[in-house]
């Protein structure tokens, strides 16, 4: 019904694909509301009519699974909702719906595009945690909430850390620019993905971390560094004003 109010020339097509699909006794499905459910959401950028149309799912007894939960986590992404987001992530964990690493890529470039890699990070870190096994997808998000502040440097960091879970590291990719990285990291083989034991993910955690500790005090380092740049030059502008005025008060008691 969205789609036929809003596009007026399609509304006769519509209307008969409808009463088609009604006189032959197709019912709706939980495909077809994950559809639905996806467009209002991300096309439209209406997350209220999404939840509404879960609500009509919920309504009729169908079970929401992992697409839908997508869907919803995409809407609030899209529309700038991120924390509302990761609630409905936290949700389906609960559900038993959580073991899919889109539904934590979606919230991880949610928060690169606000800008927020700390914020990106702590969403893999929760991720490996949890048990689910990162793609290269979500490690491309990762990186990439990085590269949107202009950290490079821990960007390609992200990138070198993890390509072992996929692939030998090439010998000739190391002196490779983050953009050369990134382009052949994104064309490995998903398949060749190798699942981690507990102790693995947790050393891939700490490794991930490590990177983000060090470029974060390095980062840190260099503001230190700027800001009493900039004092000393203030104060030396101020020594020059000073001298100034002196030498203008010497020649005015003379004149």
């Not at 850390?161 to 002196?175: I, K």
Request: net charge positive.
């Amino acid at each position: 019904n969205s789609i036929v109010r809003r596009s007026p020339p399609y509304r006769h097509v519509v209307r008969r694909l409808v009463q088609s699909l009604t006189s032959r006794h197709v019912s709706v499905d939980r495909a077809t509301m994950h559809l639905a459910i996806r467009h209002d959401g991300v096309v439209n950028r209406n997350i209220g009519l999404a939840r509404r149309t879960l609500r009509v799912m919920l309504d009729r007894g169908m079970h929401p699974n992992e697409y839908h939960y997508a869907a919803i986590i995409q809407g609030y992404v899209v529309s700038g909702h991120v924390h509302a987001a990761e609630k409905v992530l936290w949700r389906a964990r609960e559900a038993g719906f959580a073991r899919d690493p889109v539904l934590f890529t979606i919230l991880i470039h949610g928060y690169g595009r606000l800008r927020q890699p700390e914020e990106a990070s702590r969403i893999f870190q929760a991720m490996i945690k949890e048990g689910v096994q990162p793609d290269i997808g979500s490690v491309d998000a990762f990186a990439g909430a990085y590269y949107a502040v202009r950290a490079f440097n821990t960007a390609k960091r992200i990138l070198v850390q993890a390509w072992e879970r996929f692939a030998p590291f090439p010998s000739e990719l190391q002196q490779a620019s983050l953009r050369t990285l990134a382009e052949a990291f994104r064309k490995l083989n998903p398949h060749q993905i190798v699942r981690l034991s507990t102790g693995e993910r947790r050393t891939l955690r700490y490794k991930l971390k490590r990177i983000i500790q060090r470029d974060r005090r390095r980062a840190l380092a260099k503001r230190l560094k700027r800001r009493r740049r900039r004092g000393r030059e203030k104060a030396q502008r101020h020594t020059r004003d000073v001298l100034d005025d002196t030498s203008d008060n010497k020649h005015t008691i003379i004149q």
